[in-house]
């Protein structure tokens, strides 16, 4: 079946500007998360959905940052006056489930550059 | 929260041989420890996990200890080929959330 898919691929922009990122998971699935993957650093937890409760922003690293779930499904990470720093992959998983223990399906990842 | 080390950050080794990755968690608290394999261009995909009720666990040719007293869990891959290559991630719950911790990552360089 479809996995989890992001758009676009890759992403260049210009320091200030605003971006959307966004991420199609998987059907069924009610757990989204959102992480930030720099040059040679693991991968840095931003925001969690799980189904219609509140989400957890507790990793967004600044009010820049933020994210919505429209419908329980699709989601779109925006980053507002982007800054060189914020050059990564953006990655998004989707598991069937909330909790730790249920296996998180990778999208391919956004790779953006702010220039 | 919950902090996870993971070594070496590069492993290289002769085709055949074995591999290990470690890594050292935190939170006594933690009791689930996935690892993934990264390739390039992808994402990461869940290849083994291990939860603090065993001290390990074995798929094929993929092994994980987890030694919860000294908080450490390990990776090991034996008889490597080189669809092996790629970045391996090590994680564990974090504290105060559903989202996993993850650990920098070790590349695996597999030498013909």
């Known amino acids: 079946g479809a996995g989890v898919s992001q758009s676009p691929s890759n992403k260049v922009t210009e320091k200030g500007k605003d971006v959307e990122l966004r991420c199609d998971p998987i059907?069924?699935?009610?757990?989204l998360y959102w992480y930030r993957q720099s040059l040679g650093q693991g991968l840095e937890f931003l925001i969690y959905?799980?189904?219609?409760?509140?989400?957890?922003k507790s990793g967004l690293p600044s009010d820049r940052f933020s994210a919505e779930r429209t419908g329980g499904s699709v989601s779109t990470l925006t980053i507002q006056r982007t800054q060189q720093e914020d050059s990564a992959v953006y990655l998004c998983?989707?598991?069937?489930?909330?909790?730790?223990?249920?296996?998180?399906?990778f999208g391919p990842g956004t790779r953006l550059t702010v220039t | 929260g919950e902090n996870v080390e993971q070594h070496p950050s590069t492993l290289s080794v002769q085709e055949g041989d074995s591999a290990v990755i470690k890594c050292t968690y935190s939170?006594?608290?933690?009791?689930?420890f996935p690892w993934y394999k990264q390739e390039l261009g992808k994402g990461p995909q869940l290849i083994i996990d291990?939860?603090?009720?065993?001290g390990e666990k074995k798929d094929q040719r993929i092994a994980v200890t987890l030694n919860k007293t000294a908080k450490h869990f390990s990776l090991h891959i034996t008889e490597t080929q080189p669809e092996d290559s790629a970045v391996y991630f090590c994680?564990?719950?974090?504290?105060?959330?559903?989202?996993?911790?993850f650990g920098k990552g070790t590349h695996l360089i597999i030498q013909p």
């Open positions: 059907s069924g699935h009610t757990a």
């Open positions: 291990i939860r603090s009720n065993v």
């Open positions: 998983a989707s598991s069937w489930d909330r909790g730790y223990s249920y296996e998180q399906y």
């Open positions: 959905f799980q189904g219609n409760s509140a989400p957890d």
């Open positions: 994680a564990a719950p974090v504290s105060s959330a559903d989202g996993l911790t």
């Open positions: 939170d006594s608290a933690s009791n689930y």
